[in-house]
């Protein structure tokens, strides 16, 4: 399946300064020569840039590029890899493409350069998720988690465990097979303290899962409210800058807008929503229904009211809805008299919040409160990126079943089993920690993995 060369754009595909045409295989060299004719006549050398034209399928010269050669075993699919640096238009890219797969090359799949580095043990399956992971992050610490993994801190961590129930392994197997031999008697405590040690480790990994999906998603945060009490404007002066339309007419944000928002440490995924109305209007209806679905989806709502003026129904049914929860609650308008009865009114749900802040979205006071709120709620101030985040539910899934295997194994231990007939659990954990780096990974699951990468990655 390696045999063939693949090649693909690795940038994005859209007009821009510069492209990034990959190829790799045995063939990337001759491919290359076909379609590229250096300035000069020195040889290629690996990693070094070499300028000249670019040829289209009819040996046409087209543009002016430099490539570059990564001579395999020494480049990121452990192939020969060559990269054509040419002009950004869309025909320069077509034209190149064309003529390579004109003279044998394949168009390579999503994610097929990572694939291969993984095939060819460049990374393991957890560094080459963090590689998608990495192009994904739309925030800092989401990036320099992923970094982080892609380097291998989480792979480090892994097989950290694995290693220590290898050696659990080789024991009970030496004592199983050489029962003649001295071997240093096997301790049911030794076997205990090191399954309690993996399992904790584990669950310590497991527990990271919450953090590393807040740090590559944000907190999923939606902004609910009747018509026209601020949502938008809250929305867009949280995000400092006009994204939501604005406007004094009631239920005109018909759609969910969503956009991150750095909140001090904090991410927010925030979604602006129509405003929660029954309404005959079947448009608006759309609205309102897509709010339903973000409030039930999001993981902190955010309600505002209108300070200004005294509650209505429709803010009732909107109080209601957060019930059940994670939610502050803001009472805009701060910058206009208060209605009298609106403190008292509110005394029934000021329970179900996490947070009552009073805010005005139009000069902003009242903000900073919000934010320190939020931060408060998160608390993700002392939280490092390490890479020790896991990130996806894959491996959150694989840690935690070879954590209950393996709590399992010791609960069948401390009722007086004895120590070898737990060797078939230590196996099965080891073989969830592997799965996530990789080893003996079932190949459809490796397949779905790289289907979601981006081409030319
Ligand atoms: N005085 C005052 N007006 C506000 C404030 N926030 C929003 N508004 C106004 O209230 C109206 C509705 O605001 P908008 O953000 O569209 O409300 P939404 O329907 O909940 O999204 C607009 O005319 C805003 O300018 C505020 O804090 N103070
Ligand atoms: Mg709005």
Redesign the pocket.
């Known amino acids: 399946m390696m045999a063939d060369t693949i090649a693909a754009l690795s940038t994005a595909p859209a007009k821009s300064g510069i492209a990034v045409i990959r190829i790799s295989g045995d063939k990337a060299l001759d491919l290359t020569n076909r379609v590229f004719i250096p300035k000069g006549k020195s040889r290629w050398i690996p990693r070094m840039m070499k300028n000249g034209t670019l040829l289209n399928r009819d040996g046409d010269p087209i543009d002016s590029i430099l490539a570059v050669w990564f001579k395999g075993p020494n480049s990121y699919t452990g192939e020969d890899i060559m990269e054509l640096h040419c002009h950004g238009s869309l025909a320069v890219i077509n034209a190149a493409l064309s003529a390579l797969y004109y003279y044998g090359a394949r168009a390579a799949e999503p994610g097929e350069f990572t694939k291969r580095a993984f095939l060819n043990d460049r990374l393991d399956l957890g560094q080459a998720e963090a590689v998608g992971d990495l192009i994904e992050a739309v925030t800092e610490e989401a990036a320099v988690n992923a970094n982080a993994q892609l380097q291998g801190a989480l792979s480090k961590k892994l097989e950290e465990i694995y290693d220590m129930l290898t050696d659990l392994l080789a024991h009970f197997q030496a004592v199983v097979d050489y029962p003649e031999e001295d071997i240093e008697t096997f301790s049911v405590e030794t076997a205990h303290s090191v399954m309690e040690d993996a399992a904790f480790r584990l669950k310590k990994l497991t527990k990271g899962y919450e953090t590393g999906k807040v740090l590559k998603e944000g907190i999923d945060c939606v902004i609910i409210?009747?018509?026209?009490?601020?949502?938008?404007?809250?929305?867009n002066t949280m995000l400092g800058k006009q994204r939501?339309i604005?406007?004094?007419v009631?239920?005109?944000?018909r759609d969910v807008v969503e956009a991150y928002a750095k909140v001090g440490t904090v991410t927010l995924k925030l979604r602006?929503t129509a405003?929660i109305r029954e309404t005959e209007d079947p448009i608006e209806d759309i609205g309102v229904e897509k709010a339903r679905d973000a409030v039930k989806q999001a993981a902190l709502a955010i309600v505002?009211i209108d300070g200004?003026q005294p509650l209505t129904d429709e803010d009732r049914t909107v109080l209601d809805f957060a019930k059940d929860k994670k939610a502050l609650l803001i009472i805009?308008?701060?910058?206009?008299e208060q209605d009298p009865t609106i403190n008292e009114e509110l005394q029934q749900w000021t329970g179900n919040f996490k947070g009552i802040v009073e805010?005005?979205?139009?000069?902003g006071s009242g903000i900073d409160q919000l934010e320190h709120v939020i931060n408060e709620l998160y608390s993700m101030g002392d939280i490092k990126p390490d890479g020790t985040f896991i990130t996806n539910a894959r491996q959150e899934g694989a840690c935690r079943t070879a954590e209950l295997i393996l709590r399992g194994a010791i609960n069948s231990i401390n009722g007086g089993f004895p120590p070898d007939m737990i060797l078939y659990d230590v196996e099965q954990a080891m073989e969830r920690i592997g799965e996530i780096l990789g080893r003996n990974t079932p190949m459809d699951i490796i397949d779905r993995i790289f289907e979601n990468f981006c081409v030319g990655k």
């Open positions: 409210g009747r018509p026209n009490v601020g949502k938008s404007s809250l929305f939501a604005v406007t004094p009631a239920g005109t944000t602006d405003g505002v200004s805009n308008k701060s910058d206009m805010i005005s979205a139009k000069t």
